[in-house]
């Protein structure tokens, strides 16, 4: 089970069982068939990009003509249908003349106005600055909660959870109360594994689409398998390592382990005799207990550096502090070959050995998943830019948070993620002459997770050593964003439509809660062999026959309901509206036992908060704590630890998974905007109306620049 966000392991499986070995053959006699078509395909769309306009109209008109004549005989012996895209043809909104050739949306993830605001009154952020002047700024509400997938779905959908079906980081399954991951939905089937949208509606990509509007799409959240565009896409927050999790990292070591070390499960031991350590990395899963391996050989090179050779391939070298290149793995998974990318993090040789290799991504150009589409386009990018990080989230907190290495490693590897950002946007913007672009950034996201006790001395893991190393780290981080805004403004015109948001903002995470004793101590929940011990995560140690109630994911309360639950025993006619009134009276008065101050802004009821087809799977109660406070990583994952809130001293400093009227996004345009309190829902709608699109019943949110 992938856990994304919280703890970036896995046990769900790439490849698995018979499924693997029906997969292999089929893909190596696929793969024979169809890979002078592929190669063909792929040089044909890189010469076109390369030619004259005059050339490319040619070539066009010659190749349609072609395709219709061939067509047209192949349909004459085949009746088939469609390719699966986009919406089905009875939802597909009315389509005119749009008011404008070009829209770009620019995501920026986390951005907090607090932030933008003080800086732009310092003349520090000339572009938002300037764009504020001539179009529009407004804070942005965010979503409820206010949680990464939630908000980027709403703004994909133009719809509330209740329809989008995303209400947490985790939600869980009530056949047997396991956390699951919301980014991503995996299948188990004869041929293995397999992912299908998250999602239950689709983005606004999907009806610019159907209207033949050339769309493009970089590394949008929620978004993975890649999803049919008539242009590009690449998924972004979600797609998983090649292992099927969220980014497990291996830390090779010769140095003892602590007995209280934070991850041991990442931890690799190897014995080290200053010159040479012999061991294995870890692939994916060929069976149910099984895992391909390959050999690796790690060599001393210099005092500050080692030589690490993997398979027998040509070695690369890490240096001391410095991210190494990218090494590309194969894996033998039966008879076919399972591809994927991995780098080195080298902080010691002397005494011990301690290197970090990130999770092992998937490769670009032999994809064992679909994150872009055409797959094709991940083999552009790689020749253009060279290998990439494909992982959702591969700026890694948890290793930094671990202490496997430090800040200046973290920030290198952020560095290197947002140059690869910028290198696809431009690539985009030189080719960008008409439809739509779509393109988030979302490393910003992650520096203030984990700097942002830089800037609080309140902060329990403040350090004024670190504070003033690292005090423009942030600040930084925006100006970064205002250049790259810059860029962007540099390209559009009068025909132009530009907005650029984030889904949420930011605050401290100084004391972490868990809910689910806040649940024990009110009788809500009960565990075994008696409350007064730690109760472990996935719910081990819980009573069910005796448990009113329990919190899953950053913001989620369950009630334990007869007939919807495996052993549920609250009336859902009777007791559910009572008791859920009653939790929140109760939860709402709940103050920190250190400093008596107030934990919880307010308590929301799911039937109250969501409605749609979704709205029956959301959580019953959504809790919205203070600034200052969020739910703890064991709650997140059902665990029930003694103490109800502790000081957060991790190095993830930074969040944002508290009251939404905190935590408050912003929105910039060159287009004036009407309302006063734009909110999430409202920009799908937004982007359909400036190309004279319908939007689909569903969306709830209403066009911002609509007269």
């Not at 067509?71 to 895209?85: P, Q, V």
């Not at 790259?484 to 949420?504: N, P, R, W, Y």
Request: aromatic share 10%; net charge neutral.
């Amino acid at each position: 089970m992938p856990i994304a966000y919280i703890d970036p392991e896995t046990v769900q499986h790439v490849f698995g069982g018979f499924g693997a070995w029906i997969w292999a053959v089929l893909a190596m006699i696929l793969g024979f068939i169809a890979w002078p078509v592929r190669f063909m395909y792929y040089r044909l769309r890189l010469w076109h990009q390369r030619q004259s306009r005059p050339v490319k109209t040619l070539a066009i008109v010659l190749g349609a003509l072609l395709f219709l004549g061939t067509g047209s005989l192949g349909a004459l012996a085949f009746k088939g249908g469609g390719n699966g895209m986009v919406a089905k043809q009875q939802d597909l909104p009315k389509a005119g003349r749009g008011t404008f050739s070009r829209v770009i949306l620019i995501g920026m993830d986390g951005l907090d106005p607090n932030i933008v605001e003080e800086m732009m009154s310092k003349g520090e952020l000339k572009n938002f600055s300037s764009l504020a002047a001539s179009g529009s700024y407004h804070r942005f509400q965010t979503s409820n909660p206010p949680e990464s997938p939630v908000a980027w779905s709403s703004i994909a959908t133009g719809c509330d959870p209740g329809e989008h079906g995303i209400f947490d980081f985790l939600h869980r399954d009530p056949k047997n109360y396991m956390p699951f991951l919301s980014l991503r939905k995996p299948t188990q089937g004869m041929m293995g594994t397999k992912y299908e949208k998250a999602r239950k509606r689709d983005g606004f990509w999907a009806y610019t689409s159907a209207a033949k509007i050339p769309t493009t799409v970089i590394r949008w959240p929620v978004a993975f398998p890649a999803e049919p565009v008539t242009g590009r896409f690449l998924s972004g927050f979600g797609v998983p390592d090649l292992l099927g999790g969220e980014g497990r990292y291996s830390y090779f070591t010769s140095a003892p382990i602590p007995a209280d070390d934070p991850s041991p499960r990442n931890i690799v031991q190897v014995k080290w005799d200053g010159k040479l350590a012999t061991t294995t990395i870890q692939g994916p899963a060929k069976g149910k207990d099984s895992y391909a391996i390959l050999d690796m050989e790690i060599k001393r090179a210099t005092a500050d550096s080692v030589s690490i050779e993997i398979d027998g391939e040509k070695p690369i070298i890490a240096k001391c502090g410095e991210w190494s290149s990218w090494v590309k793995l194969s894996f033998k998974i039966g008879f076919s070959e399972v591809s994927g990318i991995v780098k080195f993090m080298l902080s010691e040789t002397d005494p011990n050995l301690r290197l970090t290799s990130s999770p092992i991504q998937m490769d670009p150009e032999k994809q064992a998943f679909a994150f872009t589409c055409p797959v094709c386009f991940g083999q552009e990018l790689q020749e253009q830019i060279g290998p990439f990080h494909t992982l959702g989230m591969p700026e890694q907190v948890h290793p930094l948070s671990h202490q496997r290495y430090d800040y200046d490693a973290f920030l290198g590897e952020c560095r290197a993620v947002s140059s690869e950002r910028r290198k696809m946007l431009q690539i985009e913007l030189d080719r960008f002459t008409s439809g739509l672009l779509a393109f988030v950034f979302d490393t910003s996201d992650r520096i203030q997770h984990a700097f942002w006790s830089m800037r609080d001395h309140k902060h329990p893991a403040y350090d004024s050593k670190l504070a003033e190393k690292y005090a423009n780290v942030i600040p930084d981080m925006y100006r970064e964003m205002d250049e790259i805004l810059g860029e962007v403004v540099a390209k559009t015109d009068s025909q132009t439509a530009l907005f650029v948001l984030s889904d949420h903002g930011f605050n401290s995470f100084r004391r972490a809660v868990h809910m689910n004793r806040w649940l024990i101590d009110n009788g809500y929940m009960v565990l075994k062999d008696g409350n007064e011990k730690d109760g472990k995560e996935l719910f081990r140690d819980v009573d069910w026959s005796r448990t009113k109630a329990y919190a899953v994911g950053f913001a989620s309360i369950y009630l334990n309901v007869a007939g919807r639950e495996r052993e549920g025993i609250v009336d859902k006619n009777a007791d559910c509206r009572t008791l859920c009134n009653e939790i929140v009276g109760k939860l709402r008065e709940l103050k920190d036992p250190a400093n008596g101050e107030n934990v919880v802004k307010d308590v929301y009821v799911g039937a109250d908060l969501y409605v749609g087809p979704a709205s029956p799977e959301s959580p019953d109660l959504v809790y919205g704590l203070m600034p200052g406070y969020r739910a703890s990583w064991q709650t997140a994952l059902g665990g029930a630890p003694k103490q109800l809130i502790d000081d957060n001293k991790k190095r993830w400093s930074g969040d944002h998974l508290i009251d939404p009227s905190f935590v408050p996004g912003i929105l910039f345009s060159n287009q004036k905007i009407l309302s006063s309190n734009p909110k999430v829902s409202d920009i799908a709608p937004t982007i359909l109306h400036c190309f004279a699109i319908d939007p689909p019943a569903h969306m709830s949110g209403k066009s911002l620049i609509e007269k």
